[in-house]
């Protein structure tokens, strides 16, 4: 099993999307932050590699596609209490954040989401403990 992720993600001001993720409550990695990229601790094994574009663009021969018109992935965090996940949609819409949809309610699960500066779209979704299990499960 794997043991850490760590999401890679192009930026356009280093600076600004560092800001914008501190802002949410989330910390830098100094290790591996530089000129070039900042490592964001989103939770004990998730970090986002925030890269200027051409750094990026150093590890692929594809065109990068623009996170503020295009999405390539959805990207989804667990949270523990709907009161979580509000808060970070109020701290992401403070920083400076946009908000692409309006909550959504589902049998056992409240979801909420944001977009960075940058346009990319991070899902906050909290599963309460007695939630039926997702449709077409087996028990």
């Known amino acids: 099993m794997h043991q850490q992720i760590f999401v890679n993600l192009p930026v356009a001001d280093l600076p600004r999307a560092k800001t914008f ?6 910390e830098t990695v100094p290790a591996y932050t530089n ?5 964001i601790k989103l939770g004990d094994t998730i970090f986002a590699m925030l890269l200027v574009k051409p750094f990026f663009q150093s590890f692929t021969d594809k065109a990068l596609a623009d996170p503020a018109t295009h999405l390539q992935t959805l990207l989804c965090l667990s949270c523990a209490s709907r009161d979580e996940v509000d808060a970070l949609v109020v701290k ?3 920083a400076g954040g946009a908000i692409p949809r309006a909550p959504q309610e589902y049998p056992g699960m409240y979801g909420h989401s944001f977009a960075d ?3 990319h ?4 979704m909290y599963v ?4 039926p299990p997702p449709h077409g499960s087996e028990s």
């Open 21 to 26: 993720y501190i802002a949410l409550g989330f």
């Open 35 to 39: 000129d070039d990229a900042a490592c």
């Open 92 to 94: 992401a819409r403070a």
């Open 117 to 119: 500066p940058d346009g």
């Open 121 to 124: 779209t991070w899902e906050l």
């Open 128 to 131: 309460a403990p007695d939630a």
